[in-house]
Every structure is written in C-alpha cells, then in structure tokens.
C-alpha cells in the first residue's frame, strides 16, 4: 500500500511538510485500537533470532531508526511499533534553534536520495527530556550536538548540558561531530578536539550509578588516515562504540535536478562508502568495538551487507521513507533466515 499508493501521493508535496503532516497521522493512529492493531502491527516481527545484546543492551531486534527523523522525541512509541527494535531522536542542542532557512530537504527521486540541509532543528534537550520521561519500554538513543552560535572552543560545554539532561532518560548517547549542516561542526573531528570532548564526557559517565554507552557518529568523507585516528580516539577514550555513517557531501554520480543543493547526501548513493567504512573500521582495530551501520540501505540486502562488513546493528532513515515500514520488516526476516542458519 505504501510504495503503490502512499508514496507516491506524499511524493507530490513538498518534503517537509509532508514529514510533519506524516508524524500527525502516524500519532493519530497509533491511537486508533483498530487501526494500530490493522496497521502497525503488520510490520512487526517476533522472534528469538531478532534479540540482540551490544555494548550491554538487550535489543528486541537489531534494526534502528537513524537520528533526524524523530528529532524531538515526539513520535518515538509510534515508531518503535512500527517494527523498529530502537529509536534514535535528535540531534538535540542546549537551546531551542529553527535550524537554516527554508527550502532545506530535497528529494533526488532518480538517485533514491536526500538532501538535507535542516541545521539542527529541534526544541531543545529539556522539552525533548520532558517527552522522554514518558517512556516505558522503547530503547532510546540520544543524538547531541551544540547550538549553532555556539563557536567550537565552546562545544564542549553544549554537549556535556546535553548529556547531563539526557542521561537519566536515554539508554545510550551519540556525539554527533559530523552533520555538514552547522558551520565548522565537522572540524570537531579532528584527532585533539574530538578526543578531548570524548574524554570529558567519559568523566562526566564515570560519576554515574549507571552509565550509558557513550557512541560517535562519523562522516563518510572521511580518508583512509583520518578512519585510523577515529579508532585510536575510540580506543584511548574507552567509548562504546562509532556510528557509520552520517550523511556525505560527495555529489558524484548523481543525476537529479537538485543535486547541487547544499547540505548532507544520504540513500542510495552512500550504501558502498557506508558499508567500506564499517568494513574498514572492523579490520583494522584491535579492540572490535561494535559499530551501528547505517547509510544507504534501501533493501533487506543492504542491511544484510553492513552485517557482513562488521556491523552490529544497523539504521535506516532514507530507506524508511523511500520503503515504508514493509523495509523494517524485510531486514528483520532476512536476519532471522540468517540466524537460523547459522
């Protein structure tokens, strides 16, 4: 029903507001007995195989939503019973922001990809903590990030208020350094910084009763050389693990209209660079830290690829709303199939 009729009806409007009129109807729903049992209850699968544990959670089945779809914490129950074993809001920031101006999210119908340029919009971490405190059984992961105003020397103190209200509500954290969508963000990358904001929120960790999995999210622009530093500063910091990989400001091979928009590239086109990188990163470090794979994964196949090449769990978004929900349910049964086999 999805890719004959939905899709291509949303497809006809524009990007974001389709998004939020998708979240209205989605909430609606869900509140719906019929309907969400009729409705989403079909894209649910259950089963032994499903269940896995990474960096000390229990997981229901290992396919997650990617951060920026659910920013806000607004739709999490909803989506969780779409199929999802795991729901990652944000990217959250100290204060309120509206993000860049609009038009800020195209379509690239022809190369089955996105363009978004949004800049961290959301309410802020205490509205979203608020939302959160209401959870009973969804695992969630919070995205943080710093303000926009906020100049880099600074950033260390935007993602520790992040953590610090997060950190009772969330099950696990993802620093996010690597949005090409805030100025000079990704310079955060960079071995020292990166390591030193790694270090103080481990500390700040340390002082809990019960600490939280502390993750990066990395570019998929990133060199051979630049790969080598993350899983050093993975290993030097004692993080629980690295997301691969957040969106790309590579353009090549694309053949629709909007191509040249500014901002971060994710679907399609990112599925190879997405998976190498996870290939390259589990070669390559001694400690085998698990790693979330995301980008690109259109197909059950896809995801079957990032598992291959070293991934742990894995994301969609971009798959999510080129695929619908059927696509959650695809990776789980083609995982299940797998395990069974093994």
Request: hydrophobic share 40%.
């Amino acid at each position: 029903m999805y890719n004959s009729l939905l899709k291509p009806l949303l497809f006809q409007f524009d990007p974001e507001k389709v998004h939020h009129f998708t979240f209205k109807a989605l909430h609606e729903m869900y509140k719906m007995p019929g309907l969400k049992s009729s409705f989403f209850e079909k894209y649910q699968l259950h089963a032994p195989e499903l269940e896995t544990e990474v960096f000390g959670i229990k997981f229901p089945n290992p396919v997650g939503l990617a951060a920026g779809f659910d920013k806000d914490a607004k739709l999490f129950k909803e989506l969780s019973a779409l199929g999802f074993g795991f729901i990652e809001i944000g990217t959250v920031t100290p204060q309120p922001q509206d993000g860049n101006p609009k038009k800020r999210l195209f379509r690239l119908k022809e190369d089955q990809a996105i363009i978004n340029r949004m800049g961290f919009n959301n309410g802020g971490v205490e509205a979203t903590v608020q939302r959160l405190k209401q959870n009973k059984n969804v695992i969630i992961g919070g995205n943080i990030g710093k303000n926009k105003i906020t100049a880099n020397e600074e950033a260390l103190s935007d993602y520790a208020i992040c953590y610090d209200a997060l950190v009772g509500v969330v099950d696990y954290f993802v620093v996010n350094v690597s949005s090409p969508n805030t100025p000079n963000l990704r310079a955060l990358q960079d071995k020292e910084p990166l390591t030193k904001l790694l270090l103080h929120l481990q500390e700040r960790n340390a002082k809990q009763a019960k600490q939280k999995p502390i993750l990066l999210k990395i570019a998929p622009d990133l060199t051979d050389a630049q790969l080598l530093d993350i899983i050093d500063i993975v290993e030097t910091t004692k993080i629980a693990g690295v997301i691969a990989t957040n969106t790309t400001i590579s353009r090549e091979g694309l053949t629709s209209a909007d191509r040249e928009e500014m901002g971060g590239l994710s679907g399609k086109p990112l599925t190879q660079r997405a998976t190498e990188v996870i290939r390259f990163l589990k070669d390559n470090s001694q400690t085998k830290f698990p790693i979330i794979g995301v980008g690109g994964i259109m197909t059950a196949a896809d995801a079957m690829d990032k598992f291959k090449a070293g991934a742990s769990l894995v994301q969609v978004y971009t798959g999510f709303i080129y695929k619908g929900p059927q696509l959650i349910k695809d990776i789980n049964a083609a995982v299940i199939k797998e395990r069974q086999q093994d």
